[in-house]
């Protein structure tokens, strides 16, 4: 037995509607633990010699859902979500917190592989070993609630309120909504109705397989651990210390609202033409005091319950409900388009939850799309109707055209990159200066000009992830903690844990869990001098191979969006910019520390090192290899 995992994944066949158990080798187990790391292993394994032929839409593409061994045991729980990216064209690991990681481990299973594309819509049903692949037709165009609400209640009507075999407590469910549905490369794959797994575009994989939901209840216990002793006095300890990590407690990631606008200035502001602003509005206090219903809220197991549930009281918008919001969605749905208030904030957050859309790559569109009317480029023949900062109700309008590709919509749908180059080649102006992505991916609410958020420099332009503030490329590699630095996401993603609920534990705790729990013994060392490099070396190879649509040059597009290389133009880091001479030589340093060449190329003797002389060999076969 490999202690920590089931020892079993779940692979799926929608085009043959066949479901099938493969056994999880513990040598692959050990080498990349769970999570992004694993599924950067079977993607290569098995599309990796034919990566540029394969469309991320179209039904070669894998779409995986994988757990890690310390999903369960960690206070909270997510799951990773990958696969061909349709924003990227590279692998991204996309995580979602909810209690469906653990039921599917309780249900015997680490993870799962969904191949092809059905016929007609339909849904995964697994109840521990009985598994289904169940019409969906009656849920399909159902937005948010609707599809929980109709899943729910098929379940219950099928296996009842009742101990023992039945439902203790409801299942967990992965969905998308029409977003997903139509394929919009911007569509989140949705749990719990306001939880998102927005980075990669994997909603629009889901529906370009006709897969509306994976539902999934498991009564068996967690795979066993190696030492149980350790593992609960860790877990104890690590309890301790979450419950007096107050700011998140409290306040959660709303808080950077404010803050980081007016005291890092690296918010997005009307698509980053700023950085900063003061508006006391935004602060949590009023978000608290008006539309909080649930001050803490969290998912299995976790202490420091960031979560808070808003929900508009009266007004035109009365009744719409979301989280926080969070940071990034407010970020990017506020201040982003010009919007301050808080109730509309909470309406277009919770509006974007519904039609199941990413709020930072819808968000960032919507702030493209607004600044090109604001320029003359667009106009109302274009978008039919005035799109002007501030105006929530032309840019719900607008969203609902992205999710269901109607008009415009259909061009934004295709996300802030693609959009720029079909809209650049209609019009006859490159309006690729004005799109804030990297590699096909917007980037977090976190701007890199002002030098006082986390994010350096390098964090977008060299991420494996392009513009995912959650894996920034920051150096050096090596942290203490388990942030979001490559590095520590990666284990993050791997493992699979919060990683907003390691913040306030040491590395040295959560790495001594990891060994608890499945015995390997591994160390930080060897984390950041093996498996990181490991990793983000097969990540980086199939991001640069890329394909069909879209394809990477190092260096080249190892870049900063240009709106970076413009001076700051308000607040007290007026005229803040990014130094080009400073960048590429931080942009060397981190190439650098992985064992790659100058151009960002893994060499060959860091990938023979790492046990990757299958990878050697492509990209010899490439003629990458110099």
């Not at 394994?45 to 890690?68: H, T």
């Amino acid at each position: 037995m490999i202690y920590g995992y089931n020892g079993r994944v779940l692979e799926v066949d929608l085009s043959r509607g066949s479901v099938k158990e493969e056994k999880l080798d513990e040598s692959i187990a050990r080498m990349y633990i769970g999570g992004r790391g694993l599924a950067t292993k079977i993607l290569w394994d098995r599309l990796g010699r034919r990566w540029d032929s394969i469309d991320p839409l179209g039904e070669e593409n894998l779409l995986l859902f994988l757990a890690g061994p310390l999903t369960g045991y960690y206070p909270g729980a997510r799951i990773c979500v990958s696969g061909k990216s349709p924003q990227s064209n590279g692998i991204i690991g996309s995580t979602v917190s909810s209690e469906f990681p653990v039921e599917l481990r309780c249900a015997g299973y680490d993870g799962i592989i969904v191949s092809g594309k059905a016929e007609n819509p339909v849904y995964i049903s697994i109840f521990d070993d009985d598994v289904e692949i169940r019409n969906a037709s009656h849920i399909w165009g159902k937005k948010g609630r609707e599809t929980l609400a109709s899943l729910l209640k098929e379940w219950v009507d099928r296996y009842g309120w009742k101990p023992g075999r039945g439902l203790l407590k409801e299942p967990g469910v992965l969905y998308i909504g029409p977003a997903g549905e139509k394929m919009v490369r911007t569509a989140s794959v949705m749990s719990k109705w306001t939880h998102a797994a927005g980075y990669g575009g994997y909603g629009a994989v889901m529906g370009s397989k006709n897969l509306k939901a994976i539902v999934v209840k498991g009564t068996n216990p967690l795979p066993e651990a190696k030492d149980m002793v350790e593992t609960e006095k860790l877990i104890r300890e690590i309890w301790r210390l979450h419950l007096g990590f107050n700011n998140m407690r409290f306040r959660g990631t709303a808080a950077g609202f404010l803050s980081v606008a007016a005291a890092t200035s690296s918010e997005p502001v009307r698509n980053w033409q700023e950085e900063w602003h003061d508006r006391i509005e935004t602060s949590t206090a009023y978000y608290e005091a008006r539309l909080w219903v649930k001050r803490f809220w969290g998912d299995f197991g976790c202490a420091i319950t960031c979560l808070k549930i808003a929900c508009i009281k009266s007004g035109r918008f009365k009744g719409y409900i979301t989280d926080n919001p969070d940071y990034e969605m407010q970020a990017y749905l506020g201040a982003n388009l010009g919007i301050f208030d808080p109730e509309s904030v909470v309406y277009i957050c919770a509006l974007a939850d519904e039609l199941g859309l990413c709020g930072i790559q819808t968000g960032n569109v919507l702030g493209f799309a607004a600044e090109l009317y604001q320029r003359g480029i667009l106009d109302e023949n274009d978008i039919g109707f005035p799109l002007r900062w501030g105006d929530v109700e032309a840019f719900a309008k607008l969203m609902h055209m992205i999710a269901y590709r109607e008009g415009i919509g259909d061009i934004l749908a295709e996300g802030t990159y693609r959009a720029a180059r079909i809209i650049s080649a209609r019009k006859g102006v490159d309006v690729l200066k004005y799109a804030v992505q990297v590699k096909g991916v917007a980037v977090g609410a976190h701007g890199v000009r002002s030098g006082l958020d986390y994010t350096m420099e390098t964090a977008y332009a060299c991420s494996t992830q392009g513009g995912d503030h959650t894996s920034v490329a920051n150096i050096p590699l090596r942290s203490g903690r388990v942030d979001l630095r490559e590095s520590g996401a990666l284990f993050a993603d791997s493992a699979v844990l919060c990683a907003f609920n390691s913040f306030s534990v040491e590395g040295d705790i959560v790495f001594r869990l990891l060994n608890s729990v499945t015995g390997f013994g591994i160390t930080m060392d060897d984390w950041y001098n093996v498996y990181v490099p490991r990793m983000l070396s097969i990540q980086r190879v199939l991001l640069l191979i890329g394909g069909p649509d879209a394809y990477w040059k190092a260096v080249e597009d190892d870049d900063n969006p240009p709106r970076f290389y413009d001076p700051l133009p308000s607040g007290f880091k007026a005229g803040a910019v990014v130094d080009r001479e400073k960048f590429e030589k931080l942009r060397r340093e981190y190439f650098e520390s992985l064992g790659w060449d100058k151009r960002g190329i893994p060499r060959e003797d860091t990938l023979v090192k790492l046990g990757l002389s299958d990878v050697a060999d492509e990209l010899k076969r490439r003629n990458l290899l110099r």
